[in-house]
């Protein structure tokens, strides 16, 4: 330190080391504090502003897309409204003009002939498969529903007409072959004087019979 010739005292151009140091600390604590400030707004801040607008796009598609599901759902089947196919008779009826103990014993012949086996709790006859490969059943058109044992020989009271039925689970391949069902009823009906009746017991002619087999021959086609 000098004095001048005013008695004042002059100051050395350089700072004293013990006032450097807080200085150079609060430098660094200023540049330490920018850098937290970067980091904070690079990891937090910022992801946060990018996630919210897809958050707020993805909603309206997911709403949009339930929206949209009923409507799908609700749309009627191309199969709905088409009609279904008609079917021919599946059985068929034959009532006999005059019933008697003579026709008794020629059906009892017939169905011995063909190998038909008689179940007594129902009353009624099962043929084998004929030639198109479908079992006939035949049982009694009128109460109480029981055909006796007819193949047998005994007094029965003579039946006054039968149903002939084809015995096969799928009614759409039933329907293409319906041969021997036609074929039988004009046996058993050639017995005496009788009528053939169709499943509604309604008069069946011949031309309806012929219907029967060109329906059939139709769907065998169509299958």
Do not use: W
């Not at 017939?110 to 043929?127: I, Q, T, W």
């Not at 039946?159 to 009823?185: C, E, M, Q, Y």
């Amino acid at each position: 330190m000098e004095t001048n010739s005013g008695g004042k005292t002059k100051t050395g151009d350089n700072m004293p080391d013990e006032m450097l140091l807080p200085v150079i600390l609060g430098g660094l604590s200023v540049i330490l504090g920018l850098v937290t400030a970067i980091l904070l707004y690079k990891i937090v801040i910022k992801p946060s502003r990018q996630s919210a607008p897809n958050a707020t796009t993805e909603t309206p598609t997911k709403n949009k897309q339930q929206a949209v599901a009923p409507t799908q759902e609700r749309q009627p089947s191309k199969h709905k409204d088409a009609k279904p196919k008609k079917k021919t008779e599946q059985c068929l009826f034959v009532v006999f003009d005059e019933p008697s103990h003579e026709i008794n014993a020629a059906l009892g012949a017939l169905l011995a002939e063909r190998n038909a086996f008689y179940e007594a709790d129902l009353g009624a006859f099962h043929l084998p498969p004929g030639p198109q490969g479908y079992p006939l059943m035949v049982a009694n058109a009128t109460s109480p529903g029981l055909l006796p044992p007819i193949h047998k020989e005994g007094e029965h009271a003579p039946v006054k007409g039968i149903s002939i039925l084809i015995r096969f689970l799928n009614a759409r391949k039933v329907s293409r072959h319906p041969d021997d069902l036609i074929a039988f009823t004009h046996t058993v009906a050639d017995l005496g004087a009788s009528r053939i009746l169709d499943a509604e017991q309604k008069p069946i002619t011949e031309g309806k019979l012929a219907e029967m087999r060109r329906e059939g021959e139709v769907a065998e086609q169509e299958g």
